[in-house]
């Protein structure tokens, strides 16, 4: 199933792998990770290159002018990282580039976590092998744990490497283009150890925001508009992810016997299922947001959702306060690094375009 349909699911930075300390990953894990990702820059060629081969056809060709355009905009508009990121490209023998696996605990929305060197920990772990993510997910359950495994298109280094395009962040369009460009190099542009939902939420933002810039900017009006929409409907869809969770928390914090909790977690989801359902219904095309929506519902999925939802609407309203100044945007919720995180999301709802001093980092 393809969830990019739906959500920016999954981006997994996996350099924190690569550099990892022993006692946070097994060797298998270690090695895995790491010739997956060398093997993708060792087959690095750059776009140029790959523009004037005769055996590029014109889909590709096309595309690849595309992203060029797409990259060079996220520099010269949105204040992004200028570097070589995104002017090699890779052709990938498959659809995806990674899969990654999230656990949560049957009863409880506590996430389950992986720590890594540099990057921390996460809610995540990622592979570059569909079966391995598999066989990782089947560990957990055996654990007693609920899992997501998700497709991802990209994932970035951290400006450690310079990251190369991928067939798998062509394959859905310009749109999706645009925002994965946008999503990667906002994670470059700012990363804070150990808080995963804030950086996710940071990187949609931006990527969301850039998305309607880039289309504006090329007077793509009936592509924006199809954007909007999107948008729209994704937003209604997480409002009842939010209220699902809200109400998993409050069954799973009462002192009811487990299986009394199983019996009222089956029947959130059972409601939650229909009220979607009915929503997707009236929709034109409703069914292309069924399988992010509808299917595999559990804690792991929700915790999957909220990672990459919950604090992206402070963030394009703090970066609307802000006048749409990218620059001065970024500098403000960098200053943010000095809070621990209940202050970050306590001074995002502020949506003051204000940084943050070493005198007043609690105001």
């Not at 951290?158 to 906002?186: K, N, V």
């Not at 799973?252 to 929503?279: F, G, H, L, P, W």
Request: glycine share 4%; charged share 25%.
């Amino acid at each position: 199933m393809d969830f990019l349909t739906g959500t920016i699911l999954a981006r997994i930075s996996l350099l924190g792998c690569l550099l990892a300390f022993s006692g946070c990953s097994s060797l298998g894990y270690l090695a895995h990770t790491a010739g997956g990702h060398l093997d993708l820059m060792a087959k690095r060629e750059p776009i140029e290159s790959v523009l004037q081969q005769a055996e590029t056809d014109a889909k590709t060709r096309a595309s690849l002018l595309n992203a060029q355009s797409i990259r060079d905009f996220a520099s010269s508009n949105l204040s992004l990282p200028e570097n070589a990121s995104y002017t090699h490209y890779v052709e990938l023998d498959r659809d995806y580039v990674t899969w990654v696996v999230f656990a949560a605990p049957e009863l409880s929305l506590q996430a389950v976590s992986w720590c890594f060197w540099i990057v921390g920990c996460v809610p995540y772990r990622g592979y570059f092998e569909h079966a391995k993510a598999l066989e990782f997910g089947e560990q957990m359950k055996a654990k007693g744990l609920e899992i997501f495994v998700s497709p991802v298109a990209a994932y970035s280094t951290l400006g450690w490497f310079s990251d190369p395009l991928l067939s798998s962040m062509l394959r859905r369009g310009e749109i999706s283009t645009a925002d994965t460009i946008f999503h990667e190099l906002a994670h470059q542009q700012l990363y804070i150890k150990n808080d995963t939902e804030f950086n996710e939420a940071f990187a949609t933002a931006i990527a969301r925001a850039g998305v309607r810039d880039w289309l504006r900017s090329n007077e793509k009006d009936e592509l924006l508009a199809r954007y909007e929409q999107s948008v729209v409907r994704k937003n209604k869809i997480y409002s009842q992810i939010q209220q699902l969770r809200k109400q998993l928390k409050e069954i799973y914090a009462t002192s009811s016997s487990n299986d009394e909790k199983r019996t009222q977690k089956i029947m959130a989801i059972d409601e939650y299922r229909k009220t979607v359902a009915t929503i997707l219904s009236k929709w034109e095309h409703g069914d292309r947001y069924r399988a992010w929506a509808l299917e595999e519902m559990n804690n792991a999925k929700l915790n999957a959702i909220s990672t990459y939802q919950e604090l992206t609407s402070e963030f394009i309203a703090l970066l609307e306060v802000c006048g749409k100044d990218y620059h001065k945007f970024y500098q403000v919720v960098a200053s943010m690094q000095k809070l621990d995180k209940q202050q970050r999301r306590d001074y995002l709802g502020k949506l003051k375009c204000r940084q943050i001093d070493d005198a007043n980092v609690a105001q």
